[in-house]
Structure formats: C-alpha cells, structure tokens
C-alpha cells in the first residue's frame, strides 16, 4: 500500500509539472507582460550548418573572457516586461528583467562580472553586480549552475524578487500573477509565447506597431501570443495572437479592423520583389485568419521553418568579426 500510494503521488508530481510554466518564467517578478523562448527546439527547426553571425567587438571579448556564447548556450529565455513611469527615462518606456537558462561557466562568468561591475550587493546568499550602461544599471546574478537572471529595472526590487522566487522554485504553479491568470491560455507545445501587454516593445504614440504597420490596438492591451509546431504539416509553425478586448462589442469591432488591415498588407506586400523575408511576410498574411469569439480576438497565421531559415542564412554574415571590424563597431 505504501509503495503504491507513493507511486500515485508520484505521477500526479509529474502531470503537475507537466501542466506548470517553465521554471524560468515562473521566477519572473511581478510584470506588465512576459514573453518566454525555448531555443532548443527552435534550433532544430533550424538549419544547423549555418554560419554564426559576425559579432561586435563588446560582444566577442565577453564571449573570449567568459566561455559563454549565447547564441549556441543559451537554451531558456524568460523575460518580463515592465512599463516606466516616465517614457523619457533611462530606461525608455519599457524596463526588462530575464532569467536565463543555459551552459554557464560559473567562475568566468563570476570574473567577468566582478571586473565590469561598479559595485556589489550579497542578497539571500546571492551576489548581485551592478553593471553601469548607457545612463542605467543593469543587475546580474547567477542564481543557479545554469540560470543568471538580469534586471534592469530602476530599484533592486525586480531581481530580489527573481532570488526570492528561486526558493520555492520546485512549486509547480509558483509565479506572477500574470502566469497564474493567463499562463492557461497557452497553447501545449508552444515554442514561444507570451502574455500580458507583450505589445509594449512594439508600442509608439500609444499603439502598437509591427513590420510598419499600425494595428488598431492601444499598448495597453492584453495579448496571448503563441509560436507552436504543426506536427501534421511537416516543418510548419503555426503563429497565433489572441486579444482579450473589454467586452465583445470592442472584439467585435477590433475584428473587422484587423480583417481590413491584413487585406490591405496583403495589397502593400504584393509588389515586393522575392527575397526570404518578403517571401516569409507574404506566405504568413496569406494564411492569416482572423476570428472573433466573444471577447477575444484570435489572429492565426503560417510560416515553413525553412523561411525562416534563409532569413537567419541572409541576417548571418560568414566568418566572424577581424581586427578592422572591430575598430569600426567602436
């Protein structure tokens, strides 16, 4: 009977865990939006003889110093979203704090820190360096063997919260209260998604704007956002976005506005010649749907991962920066 009663206990820890956030996400402090990547699975949908990008000269002597290249280590990406007060600030209307997950060499890293940072804070056991940039501080600790967390937020209070949340790290449903209201409107297997007012990188003048087109969406508004594989359609990866509007007479209205901005990128986007971005552009708002269901708006659209590979073939230059390169990026 014991035996199986901790087996019974067992397999419900499992499906707990199986239904919770990421781990990385669920150390997120409180938040406007939060937006999270799983690059393992991302990297396989891409091509993986490409060329790594040619990198700034900043970015090489960390990666010299440290071990550490991001672009191959870094596995998790979990990063909240936080509006400033004053738009005009350091921080510009948005401020960040991430918890990263991936190979980290803790005693490089450790140097590296110490030898940037202006000063140094020992909180709940953990050291938290203080590294000045561009008018801002920005926060770094190593919070586990393979996680660092980053903020730079104004106050200290954003990446606390990050170590405090480390400690109850093996709750399942631990987290922000953003997670807790919206991390079930995901969909299962998402690579990438986010939540919250996500718009807010994207925001100008009080609306949301991507690829140059203005959506009929203030900054404020709540979204769920989702990048999840179409298994049945070999490397397709389904995109979707869905509004949670104040009420369905505003989804209702939201919806046909949407319905007529596509048609009209559609128009816009027609003439561009081919090339992989414009061919991925044209592809996912040929394909995009746009649906009403009460008081949401869902915004459905594909792309084939091989697309998306020649963008990241044509972005990525061959070879890596040499010694001219880096006096120019200076």
């Known amino acids: 009977m014991v035996v199986a009663a901790v087996l019974i206990l067992l397999g419900v820890a499992v499906f707990l865990r199986s239904k919770a956030p990421p781990e990385a996400a669920r150390l997120l402090p409180e938040s406007d939006g939060i937006i999270y990547i799983n690059f393992r ?25 440290t ?11 979990a990063i909240a979203l936080h509006r400033m007060a004053n738009p005009n600030g350091p921080n510009g209307p948005v401020a960040y704090s991430l918890v990263l997950v991936g190979r980290v060499d803790g005693n490089r890293l450790k140097a590296w820190l110490a030898a940037h940072a202006e000063s140094e804070e020992t909180y709940a056991g953990r050291t938290i ?15 586990g063997y393979d996680m660092v967390a980053v903020s730079n937020t104004p106050t200290p209070e954003q990446i606390h919260s990050i170590i405090d949340r480390r400690r109850t790290a093996a709750l399942p449903f631990a987290g922000s209260t953003l997670l807790a209201h919206h991390y ?25 704007q991507i690829f140059g ?25 389904r995109l979707r976005v869905e509004e949670i509007a104040p009420n369905e007479q505003t989804a ?17 986007t027609a003439p561009l010649g081919p090339n992989p971005a414009n061919d991925a552009l044209k592809q996912v708002l040929a394909t995009t749907e746009v649906n009403q269901r009460r008081d949401r708006v869902v915004v459905t659209a594909r792309v084939h991962s091989e697309q998306l590979a020649r963008i990241a073939e044509v972005e990525s230059p061959k070879g890596q920066v040499t010694a001219g390169d880096e006096g120019a990026s200076k």
Not at 186 to 199: D, K, N, R
Not at 252 to 268: D, K, T
């Open 67 to 77: 071990g550490i290249d991001w672009e191959r280590d870094l596995d998790q990406a």
């Open 213 to 237: 087109f203005r959506l009929p969406l203030e900054d404020g508004t709540t979204l769920v956002a989702s990048v999840t594989p179409m298994l049945r359609l070999g490397a397709e990866l």
């Open 129 to 143: 360096y203080s590294i000045p940039s561009e008018g801002r501080t920005v926060r770094v600790a190593q919070i």
């Open 41 to 65: 699975p991302v990297r396989a949908f891409l091509r993986k003889d490409m060329q790594p990008p040619a990198r700034v000269a900043d970015y090489q002597q960390f990666v010299d110093a």
């Open 252 to 268: 209702q209205s939201q919806a046909a506005a949407l319905n007529v901005l596509v048609n009209l990128a559609r128009g816009f």
């Open 184 to 208: 079930h409107d995901v969909p299962l297997l998402s690579l990438a998604w986010g939540v919250g007012q996500i718009g807010l990188p994207f925001s100008e003048s009080g609306a949301i």
